[in-house]
């Protein structure tokens, strides 16, 4: 497969990745363009991969970490975006007010827990699979989204969400 085929096939899943982990649109837009612009510099060695794709999400949340380390930015987001369309049949208010307890819930965590937590469940990796992402072991991230969880069961957001939804 060629890089531009793969770019175009798998960018927007990549970049839907990106902005569950950053919570910004706009960072979520850089950094997958960063993850995809390396993927390009190094594609031989993507390609020789076992499995390109999971070799790229590890690219993303490589990098994703690695911004968090350095605090380069201190930027944070003001608005609520979202990107998933509204069901016709659900009141839109009660989704922006969902997701933002989420993202307010999700910006408490450290980005580690919050990764391990979006890997988990947002793109539904299994715990080996979550762990060889962030390199770390399985049992570290069952123990990392066990703390996640409690952290936001504390606050009462998951009670909240499971009694919207």
Do not use: C
Request: net charge negative; charged share 30%; proline share 5%.
């Amino acid at each position: 497969m060629r890089f531009e085929e793969y770019a175009s096939e798998q960018g927007q899943p990549l970049l839907r990745l990106a902005f569950v982990l950053t919570r910004d649109p706009h960072r979520a837009e850089d950094l997958t363009q960063t993850v995809l612009a390396d993927a390009y510099r190094h594609w031989r060695k993507v390609q020789a991969a076992h499995n390109p794709d999971a070799y790229v999400r590890r690219m993303l949340v490589n990098a994703h970490l690695d911004w968090h380390r350095r605090r380069s930015s201190t930027e944070r987001p003001t608005d609520l975006a979202t990107w998933e369309p509204r069901t016709p049949d659900a009141d839109p208010a009660d989704d922006v007010v969902s997701r933002d307890e989420l993202r307010v819930a999700l910006a408490t965590l450290t980005p580690r827990a919050r990764t391990a937590l979006v890997l988990r469940y947002y793109a539904d990796l299994d715990d080996n699979a979550v762990a060889d992402l962030m390199e770390v072991s399985a049992s570290g991230v069952r123990a990392t989204i066990s703390r996640a969880l409690a952290a936001l069961r504390s606050g009462g957001v998951l009670e909240t969400l499971k009694e919207t939804s």
